[in-house]
T-cell receptor
Framework: SQTIHQWPATLVQPVGSPLSLECTVE??????LYWYRQAAGRGLQLLFY??????ISSEVPQNLSASRPQDRQFILSSKKLLLSDSGFYLC??????????FGPGTRLTVL | QKEVEQNSGPLSVPEGAIASLNCTYS??????FFWYRQYSGKSPELIMF????GDKEDGRFTAQLNKASQYVSLLIRDSQPSDSATYLC???????????FGKGTSLLVTP
């Protein structure tokens, strides 16, 4: 069966610091992968998606970036965090049925 | 911008009653429809998906789809306090790789 992991689970970072969030998927190969952000009281915002190694599509211009160095690894990064980057970051993978399955998420607080 | 609309709630129902959650979407080309449940502080988990007009039942849950009216709903029979959560409706766009999510409806089941 497929499993998706995210770490860290929680993170508190100062404004202007760098960020690296990691997502890995087990039990499937060449999955479509997604990064979403859910700010407090708001809906899911798609940030990036990837259909393969090195292939990244950005949905929202901002100070975040994503990379996919390996087939089942997806990384979200920032060089300098803003207060507005606080939120719940979710990684998801897509099954062949169009269904998306979410990881446990990373709660990021920028102070 | 393709949109998915949900009433934010909260929708309050007594234990044992039927909870009815509704969702409308703007993209007539959408083919797949999903309901996710999200407990506070947790990531969304898939409850049901539906592709064809009509009803689809899974245990206490029934998804209903009407493509002509661009409307999808989720019925929860014999609601339990453990069903209290935010329910997200998601729709595949006519083109593209990512789901479009509504902002969710908060459901509260009172004992």
């Amino acid at each position: 069966s497929q499993t998706i992991h995210q770490w860290p689970a929680t993170l508190v970072q100062p404004v202007g610091s760098p960020l690296s969030l990691e997502c890995t998927v087990e039990g499937t190969s060449n999955p479509n992968l997604y990064w979403y952000r859910q700010a407090a009281g708001r809906g899911l915002q798609l940030l990036f998606y990837s259909v393969g190694i090195g292939q990244i599509s950005s949905e929202v211009p901002q100070n975040l970036s994503a990379s996919r160095p390996q087939d089942r690894q997806f990384i979200l990064s920032s060089k300098k965090l803003l207060l507005s980057d606080s939120g719940f970051y979710l990684c998801a993978w897509r099954a062949t049925s169009d269904t998306q399955y979410f990881g446990p998420g990373t709660r990021l607080t920028v102070l | 911008q393709k949109e998915v609309e949900q009433n934010s709630g909260p929708l309050s129902v007594p234990e044992g009653a039927i909870a009815s959650l509704n969702c409308t979407y703007s993209d007539r080309g959408s083919q797949s429809f999903f309901w996710y449940r999200q407990y506070s502080g947790k990531s969304p988990e898939l409850i049901m998906f539906i592709y064809s007009n009509g009803d689809k039942e899974d245990g206490r849950f029934t998804a209903q789809l009407n493509k002509a009216s661009q409307y999808v709903s989720l019925l929860i029979r014999d609601s339990q306090p453990s069903d209290s959560a935010t329910y997200l409706c998601a729709v595949t766009p006519n083109s593209g790789y990512a789901l479009n999510f509504g902002k969710g409806t908060s459901l509260l089941v009172t004992p």
